[in-house]
Nanobody
Framework: QLQVVESGGGLVQAGESLRLSCTAS????????TGWFRQAPGKEREAISC????????MYADSLKDRLTASRDNAETTLYLQMDNMQPDDTAMYYC???????????????????WGQGTQVTVSS
């Protein structure tokens, strides 16, 4: 069974950028769809971004798209999510998730993904 692991969280100052990473037991992200999500205390899990690596199309949440860049490394084994101009409202646990995919665009909702990481905490101070 694939193990998804996120990293890169921590404490950042408002206005700074942060890059999160995600791996899945060393597997290549070439035939999956992957998603980035976050959940703040007392709130529902929110979709941030997703990518269908079969058609290389990435979707971003409308409210965040101007600050996000999703990518992967050349070996296709590590995903990245860069968030710019971080704000205190961005404080949350951030998750990476993967799922099987066809050629349709990836869904920006949690139920579209079957395997999740444990999350990495991001805290933004003002």
């Amino acid at each position: 069974q694939l193990q998804v692991v996120e990293s890169g969280g921590g404490l950042v100052q408002a206005g700074e950028s942060l890059r999160l990473s995600c791996t899945a037991s060393g597997s290549r992200f070439d035939a999956w769809r992957t998603g980035w999500f976050r959940q703040a205390p007392g709130k529902e899990r929110e979709a941030i971004s997703c990518t269908n690596w079969r058609n290389n199309r990435t979707m971003y949440a409308d409210s965040l798209k101007d600050r996000l860049t999703a990518s992967r490394d050349n070996a296709e084994t590590t995903l990245y999510l860069q968030m710019d101009n971080m704000q205190p409202d961005d404080t949350a646990m951030y998750y990476c998730a993967i799922g099987l995919t066809g050629m349709r665009d990836c869904p920006l909702r949690p139920d579209g993904y079957t395997t999740w990481g444990q999350g990495t905490q991001v805290t933004v101070s003002s």
